[in-house]
Nanobody, 129 residues
């Protein structure tokens, strides 16, 4: 079993930046893929980004490419989502998710919510215009 705890959300102005963190309770993370998802009011939860167990492979939703960066620090059991050039349409609750797998290709499967076994409680991100 793995527990995930997100932090770093908040209120930011258009064009600003935030860095989200996701701390995993598990001692070793190297066989786990991590994803970030978001859910805006009245909308489905959507995949934002994902990162392989090694950290060498990533994927992003088209809406955040070039603005968001996912990374991981296994020594700290933490996955990050650096969000720059934020827009009001980025406003949502952001969730961290994890799945145990040896898959290294981060093709679009890793942006699908049903692929993940463990979820955090979410952190609110609000971007004002």
């Amino acid at each position: 079993q793995m527990q995930l705890v997100e932090s770093g959300g908040g209120l930011v102005q258009y064009g600003g930046s935030l860095r989200l963190s996701c701390v995993a309770s598990r001692f070793t993370m190297d066989n786990y893929v991590f994803g970030w998802f978001r859910q805006a009011p009245g909308k489905e939860r959507e995949g934002v980004s994902c990162i392989s167990g090694s950290g060498r492979s990533t994927n992003y939703a088209d809406s955040v490419k070039g603005r968001f960066t996912i990374s991981r620090d296994d020594a700290k059991n933490t996955v990050y989502l650096q969000m720059d050039s934020l827009k009001p349409e980025d406003t949502a609750v952001y969730y961290c998710a994890a799945r145990g797998t040896s898959r290294a290709d981060m093709s679009n499967w890793c942006l699908a919510r049903h692929e993940y076994d463990y979820w955090g409680q979410g952190t609110q991100v609000t971007v004002s215009s």
